[in-house]
């Protein structure tokens, strides 16, 4: 079973913009992204983006949409999240999945979304 890299986290101002990669390593062959989920300190994680494979069609937590977009390049079998907007609440760690959901993930059904990758940690702060 693949797992994924997440990339492109750091510390932005609010107000600020990332774009977030996610690529498959080991085991990629019919391996794909299909969501992206955030887990801040002290709280579930939870799926805020998702993208469906059969035909593009993208998703969103509302506490997220209209900041950010999910994309993903087939070539590169890589799944992006743009985030622009940012504000203090999109503090978290985020990762990427092979299932996704929109809203929380009820703990100890992890496994179900695949195997998760360490994440990448997200500080929006001034």
């Known amino acids: 079973q693949a797992q994924f890299v997440e990339s492109g986290g750091g510390l932005v101002q609010p107000g600020g913009s990332l774009r977030l990669s996610c690529a498959a390593s080991?085991?990629?062959?019919?391996?794909?992204?299909t969501g992206w989920f955030r887990q801040a300190p002290g709280k579930e994680r939870e799926g805020i983006a998702c993208?469906?494979?059969?035909?593009?069609?993208?998703y969103y937590r509302v506490a997220v949409k209209g900041r950010f977009t999910i994309s993903r390049d087939k070539a590169e079998n890589t799944l992006y999240l743009q985030m622009t907007s940012l504000k203090p609440e999109d503090t978290a760690i985020y990762f990427c999945?092979?299932?996704?959901?929109?809203?929380?993930?009820?703990?100890?059904?992890?496994?179900?979304?695949?195997?998760w990758g360490r994440g990448t940690q997200v500080t929006v702060s001034s």
């Open positions: 999945a092979a299932e996704c959901i929109l809203g929380r993930v009820v703990p100890g059904t992890e496994a179900l979304f695949g195997t």
């Open positions: 080991g085991g990629t062959s019919g391996s794909y992204a």
């Open positions: 993208l469906r494979l059969e035909d593009g069609s993208t």
